[in-house]
């Protein structure tokens, strides 16, 4: 077999490397850079090539900007040797070694010490010298290369990633801004080692990320925000995409996109701050209104009741005096609900005189209450507020849907932390199928203004579980 058809054998898809002959004699380049350029320069693919003293007398423009090392920049006149050294492992560089000491061709598939990289070719040309030919991931074109080398600013980084079993996941290589995005990082490790990455994801938003991820193996795609935590305790918010990236590809293979949303969601989060105390004071004069306004026209029509003349049919009157009686009820009920003036004397005072107040008003549904000892004086005035919407919310939503008979609600620590349970024994739901309502949707906004992490269950024929931790 001749040398020619050995090459073509190596690397059906280099046929240029027949048209390369003529452009090289000996240890010279007979043919220009531009022409090598025209053959070569915008492959997306690393080429180089090798003289017969090992040197290199070309790369073009994708071998350039590979960036293999920071203190090390391959250029004309650079042994091969060092080149190679610093993107194959030990096993493939004395394969390659051998094969280069031999004149002979090989192709590497595996040993690769940077993670972008997928083959390697080493084709034998007529100078006794070689050419190099890098197959590159095909997600790291030179355009992408150079977007976030002279735009690292930017707020957007991407990674590529496998799904492992245990609910791990794998980085198989980031973009090349990826350290300005997190300086905090060891990029090392990051690519080395299993969940370093997601070791940085608030603890509150890790459970959720990690279920979402391993949910794109039944779902095309996958948009969510978390925060990431830095070495000083400092969080930033980020909104992620990820997606399969190519049908070709292998089936655990997956690319996600980062943006720095930070000022973004902070905006979001002070507006919808915003707009719960805008509603919140509302719902505050409207109880001041009823409770000065309807209610004392109420008291006062009660007393011209009791003082009708013995002649009037007693019947009516007592018919009347009973429905006042329970308007009055019912509207210190809503002047409660709307602004509970207890939560001044803390959120165990509030939630006790609650679900005692739910007691006294509901024949259908028994009220349980517990509270182990637990160092709530110190939660702020805006915090116990939330926290006590939301169980009001879930006590309102048992009432009108879960046709239970009790409805339970425990305070107690766990790991240095507040954890507030509330829990009915109705009839459940399907919570893949709830459409979420307004009073749903508000419960977890009210658990991101509390700072808390909501977890709701519930099943069919169990009832529903309501879990606060903050």
């Given at each position: 077999m001749s040398r020619e058809q050995a090459v073509y054998k190596i690397d059906e898809t280099t046929e240029d490397?027949?048209?390369?002959?003529?452009?090289?004699k000996g240890s010279v380049l007979t043919g220009s850079n531009q022409e090598l350029d025209s053959f070569f320069g915008d492959l997306k693919s690393a080429i180089i090539i090798v003289d017969s003293e090992f040197k290199i007398m070309y790369l073009n423009n994708t071998a350039v900007n590979l960036n293999i090392d920071k203190d090390f920049e391959a250029e004309k006149g650079t042994l091969v040797i060092d080149f190679v050294k610093k993107i194959l492992?030990?096993?493939?560089?004395?394969?390659?070694?051998?094969?280069?000491?031999?004149?002979?061709?090989?192709?590497?598939?595996?040993?690769?010490a940077l993670t972008r990289i997928e083959k390697l070719y080493l084709n034998p040309i007529s100078n006794d010298g070689f050419v190099i030919k890098i197959l590159l991931d095909e997600l790291y074109?030179?355009?992408?290369?150079?977007?976030?080398?002279?735009?690292?600013?930017m707020p957007i980084g991407y990674f590529g990633f496998d799904l492992l079993a245990s609910k791990k996941v794998s980085l198989r290589f980031v973009s090349d801004n990826f350290a300005m995005l997190f300086p905090f990082m060891d990029m090392e490790r990051v690519i080395g080692e299993d969940n370093y990455f997601l070791n940085f994801i608030h603890?509150?938003?890790?459970p959720e990320l990690l279920v979402k991820i391993q949910g794109l193996k039944k779902k095309p795609a996958l948009l969510t925000?978390?925060?990431?935590?830095?070495?000083?305790?400092?969080?930033?918010?980020?909104?992620?995409?990820?997606?399969?990236?190519?049908?070709?590809?292998?089936?655990?293979?997956?690319?996600?996109?980062?943006?720095?949303?930070?000022?973004?969601k902070i905006a979001a989060l002070e507006r919808e701050k915003l707009v719960?105390?805008?509603?919140?004071?509302?719902?505050?004069?409207?109880?001041?209104e009823l409770h000065d306004g309807l209610?004392?026209?109420?008291?006062?029509?009660?007393?011209?009741?009791?003082?009708?003349?013995?002649?009037?049919?007693?019947?009516?009157?007592?018919?009347?005096?009973?429905?006042?009686?329970?308007?009055?009820?019912?509207?210190?009920?809503?002047?409660?609900?709307?602004?509970?003036?207890?939560?001044?004397?803390?959120?165990?005072?509030?939630?006790?005189?609650?679900?005692?107040?739910?007691?006294?008003?509901?024949?259908?549904?028994?009220?349980?209450?517990?509270?182990?000892?637990?160092?709530?004086?110190?939660?702020?005035?805006?915090?116990?507020?939330?926290?006590?919407?939301?169980?009001?919310?879930?006590?309102?939503?048992?009432q009108k849907y879960a046709s239970c008979s009790n409805v339970h609600c425990e305070?107690?620590?766990?790991?240095?932390?507040?954890v507030l349970m509330v829990h009915d024994d109705g009839q459940g739901f399907d919570l893949s199928n709830v459409k979420g309502g307004f009073g749903l949707k508000n419960m977890y906004k009210r658990a991101k203004l509390a700072d808390a992490n909501m977890e709701l269950s519930s099943k069919i024929g169990e009832g529903t579980l309501l879990v606060l931790e903050f």
């Open positions: 490397i027949f048209r390369l002959q003529r452009l090289v492992g030990r096993n493939a560089l004395i394969n390659f070694y051998e094969n280069l000491i031999n004149r002979t061709g090989v192709i590497i598939e595996e040993g690769f074109t030179v355009s992408a290369a150079n977007l976030f080398r002279y735009f690292p600013a603890d509150e938003d890790r925000e978390f925060r990431i935590v830095n070495d000083e305790g400092q969080e930033h918010w980020y909104q992620l995409i990820a997606s399969k990236f190519s049908e070709k590809t292998e089936k655990n293979f997956w690319l996600a996109y980062l943006e720095d949303i930070h000022d973004k719960h105390e805008t509603l919140d004071d509302e719902r505050h004069r409207m109880s001041m209610g004392q026209n109420l008291v006062a029509l009660n007393l011209y009741l009791s003082s009708l003349s013995s002649d009037v049919d007693q019947s009516l009157t007592d018919t009347c005096k009973k429905l006042t009686l329970d308007s009055i009820m019912m509207m210190k009920s809503m002047c409660y609900n709307l602004a509970p003036p207890d939560l001044d004397k803390g959120l165990l005072y509030a939630l006790d005189v609650f679900f005692g107040k739910s007691n006294e008003h509901s024949a259908l549904i028994t009220y349980h209450f517990t509270a182990k000892k637990v160092p709530l004086k110190q939660l702020s005035h805006e915090r116990s507020y939330n926290v006590f919407r939301i169980v009001q919310e879930f006590v309102t939503n048992a305070i107690s620590m766990r790991n240095q932390k507040t």
